[in-house]
Each structure stands twice: as C-alpha cells, then as structure tokens.
C-alpha cells in the first residue's frame, strides 16, 4: 500500500544548529515528493517538491531535502535553525493524483 | 492574488444543524480541493474538482457530505445533517494544473465544532 512515514511526532532544536526531519515513503512507480509546512492557525504551505533530477532540492525558507531512492527517504533538512521554523512539518508522495500525507512532525526549535 | 479564501474561519454549531463551508480558489486555477484535518486521522483529501467537474470523491465520508462548484471561483462543502465527529479543520486548496507537479495553494480553513 501506498504509504507516508514521519516516524518522529516532534523534533527539538536549539536555534542555530542543524535540523532535520524525516520522512519515507512507500509508492509504486517513480516518486513524486513534497514538503509542506503549516504554522498555527493557518493553512498549509509548499516549501519544496521532488520529481526527478538532483537529489537535493532546495526549496523556501532555506529549507532543503535529500532524494534518497535506495532508502526510500525523504528528509528535509536546514543548516541553521530559527526560533521561526517552529512549526508543524508534513510530507506527502503522489499516488494516483492524490497527495498521501504523513502525520506530520512538530518541529520545536528553542533559543 | 489574496490566496485561497475560505469562509467561515471558525463555525460552532449543534448536531443535526446544516453547516455550508466556502471556499474562493486562487484565480486561474482550475483545480480544487477539499481536506479534513482532524487529530486522529491527520490530513484526508475528500474531493477534488476539475474546471467546476467533481473528478474524485472518494475521500467523501458518507452522504451527509455534499460538494458543489457552480463556478470557477466558488465552492461550498455542505453536511447536513452535521455530527460532532465531523468536528475538525477543513482546508480547500487550489492548484494551476494536476498532474501531480503542480504545487497545491491551501486556504487558511475553516475550523468547524459540532457540540
């Protein structure tokens, strides 16, 4: 079946050190791959989207992702966290015209 | 453009009520789409139109859920008669094309409770 896995509910940083969030994914087929991040109150927001070429994608915020095919992951990465970054993470994977979403994973960067 | 515009932000209600969700897509987008987001079953798409066409309602819960889009730029989710398990956040979003690498807009939601 095809299937999304955030396997951390909330991740905790300090600002300034390096994030990352994961995410794999289970699709036949070749992958289409998105991260969309949702901040309290409002709707969700793209930030960045796999479809084929360079493995690392680089999206809004000064967010990036790493493609990996053989690990069949998707993780979302940023060099330097912000107390602003805090905020709920989800990503999804294309199936049959329909995004399927992972839980989402709340990111907690403290001062 | 002011985004995906949804309305109301928050409705509060009593079970057995109707309650009408509206969403303005994004202008020029000819695709739409309507989400429940609740706690326990996260994110679920339950239609999408194309050019004001239903293409998928799948995700549509049972029959007291109801979606129309008369025109391009407008579109309600109805439940009738409304339960409080149907107490969640419905996002609509919109998108220029769909074939799976077009980036979906998300409205703000509307926050529905059902007492």
């Known amino acids: 079946a095809q299937s999304v896995a955030q396997p951390e509910d909330q991740v905790n940083v300090a600002e300034g050190n390096p994030l990352t969030v994961k995410c794999t994914y289970s699709v036949s087929g070749n992958p289409y791959l998105f991260w969309y991040v949702q901040y309290p109150n409002r709707g969700l927001q793209f930030l960045l989207k796999?479809?084929?070429?360079d493995n690392l994608v680089k999206g809004s915020y000064g967010f990036e992702a790493e493609f990996n095919k053989s690990q069949t992951s998707f993780h979302l990465k940023k060099p330097s966290a912000l107390v602003s970054d805090s905020a709920l993470y989800f990503c999804?994977?294309?199936?049959?015209?329909?995004?399927?979403w992972g839980a989402g994973t709340k990111l907690i960067i403290k001062p | 453009d002011a985004g995906v515009i949804q309305s109301p932000r928050h409705e509060v209600t009593e079970m057995g009520q109707e309650v009408t969700l509206r969403c303005k897509p994004i202008?020029?987008?000819?695709?739409l789409f309507w989400y429940r987001q609740t706690m326990m079953r996260g994110l679920e798409l339950l239609i999408y139109f194309n050019n004001n066409v239903p293409i998928d309602d799948s995700g549509m819960p049972e029959d007291r859920f109801s979606a129309k889009m008369p025109n391009a730029s407008f579109s309600t989710l109805k439940i009738q008669p409304s339960e409080p398990r149907d107490s969640a956040v419905y996002f609509c979003?919109?998108?220029?094309?769909?074939?799976?690498?077009?980036?979906?807009?998300f409205g703000p939601g509307t926050r529905l409770t059902v007492l």
């Open positions: 796999y479809i084929t070429g």
């Open positions: 202008s020029g987008h000819d695709y």
């Open positions: 999804a994977v294309l199936f049959n015209y329909q995004l399927i």
């Open positions: 979003a919109s998108s220029e094309g769909w074939g799976g690498t077009d980036t979906q807009y």
